[in-house]
Structure formats: C-alpha cells, structure tokens
C-alpha cells in the first residue's frame, strides 16, 4: 500500500513557475513507477508526465515538454513536478499516482494504482 499527498500548488503569473511534490509512505516507494496527472474543471484527468522507478527514463504530455521536468528521490520517497513557464491552461487539479506495473511508463489512468488528494493549480494570465 502506497499513501500520496500532494504539495506546491497556489496561484502563478503565466510564465511563472512553481513546484510540485508529492510525499509517499510506505517501503516499497521505489518499486513503483510515478505519475503527474491533472483535471481542469468539466475536464478529464490528464496525463502529465510519468517517472520510472529508478528515475532513469521519463515521459512528458507533449503539451508540457520543455517546460516541466518530473524527478524523484527513492531515499526520500518523494516525486516533485517542476513546472516553467506556466500557461493559463496549465490551470487544473494536479494529482500524483503510483504504478506498480515493472514495463513502458504508463499514462492511462486505470492503469495507476495510488492516487492523492490532489493539489489546486491556478495560471493567470
């Protein structure tokens, strides 16, 4: 069993940046692949980009690439999200997830197995 809570979110300038972590508990944090995921209002959830379990491969929306950067830190158990250059559509609902699949990173969100509360973004322009 895998318990996330989110961090980071608040309220940027388009063009800002803010930064995102998500805090697991557990022994087992490090056999899990990591997920960002978001759902702005009257929207599905999203996949945002997604972190093997050793940290050494990533994947991005393509929405996001060159903007956000997805890490992790095993020893810490935490994941974080750093997000630049922020855009007024950046604004959602953003969620980490854990996958216990061992393959390709994944980015359907019946695929993940944990998910936290969630933690509210907001761009203005």
């Known amino acids: 069993q895998v318990h996330l809570v989110e961090s980071g979110g608040g309220l940027v300038q388009a063009g800002g940046s803010l930064r995102l972590s998500c805090a697991a508990s557990g022994r087992t944090f490090s056999s899990y692949a990591m997920g960002w995921f978001r759902q702005a209002p009257g929207k599905e959830r999203e996949f945002v980009a997604a972190i093997s379990w050793s940290g050494a491969i990533t994947y991005y929306v393509d929405s996001v690439k060159g903007r956000f950067t997805i890490s992790r830190d095993n020893a810490k158990n935490t994941v974080n999200l750093q997000m630049n250059s922020l855009k007024p559509e950046d604004t959602a609902v953003y969620y980490c997830?854990?996958?216990?699949?061992?393959?390709?990173?994944?980015?359907?969100?019946?695929?993940?197995?944990?998910w936290g509360q969630g933690t509210q973004v907001t761009v203005s322009s």
């Open positions: 997830a854990a996958d216990y699949y061992q393959g390709y990173l994944r980015r359907s969100v019946y695929e993940y197995d944990y």
